[in-house]
């Protein structure tokens, strides 16, 4: 499993440049992100190549920061990739909170990216219908 930062950012002009900005400041590279959008605030979700020193930077400079874990899965870049992996999950029961997805170039694939309750679990299943699980950034 993969370590996540979720950040709670005001919706408003220059909210997420502040961000990338610590990210550039402190040489972190984002390797995937995801904003989900409210009337006033948004939820900026990224992958880094440093979690814990970012973790601790944005902490430090006052913004609402919290870990999640997630799972990556790598996919072809083909119609109905996704839709096999999120059989399998739902064939188990699993509810999916969060999902974004990105093209890796170092893979040369699709990777799909998600949050669900039971991370070990879900990784089981996965697992066992032949997925391959990314454990780590470096994977990605």
């Known amino acids: 499993m ?14 997420l440049r502040r961000i990338t900005s610590l990210l550039a400041e402190n040489n972190i590279n984002c390797l995937c992100i995801s904003t989900y959008d409210a009337p006033d605030f948004g939820i900026l979700r990224m992958i880094v190549d440093d979690f814990d020193k970012c973790y601790r930077i944005l902490e430090e400079r006052g913004e ?47 990777v799909l990216i998600f949050r669900a309750e039971d991370i070990e679990e879900t990784e089981s299943v996965l697992a066992i219908k032949g997925y391959q699980v990314i454990r780590d950034v470096k994977g990605l």
Request: glycine share 6%; net charge neutral; hydrophobic share 45%.
């Open 2 to 15: 993969i370590d996540q930062i979720a950040i709670v950012v005001k919706n408003k002009p220059g909210s």
């Open 64 to 110: 609402l920061v919290m870990k999640d874990r997630v799972i990556a899965i790598p996919m072809e870049d083909k119609p109905g990739a996704m839709d096999g992996i999120l059989a399998a999950v739902g064939e188990a029961n699993i509810n999916i909170d969060c999902m974004y997805s990105y093209i890796s170039s170092r893979l040369k694939s699709a």
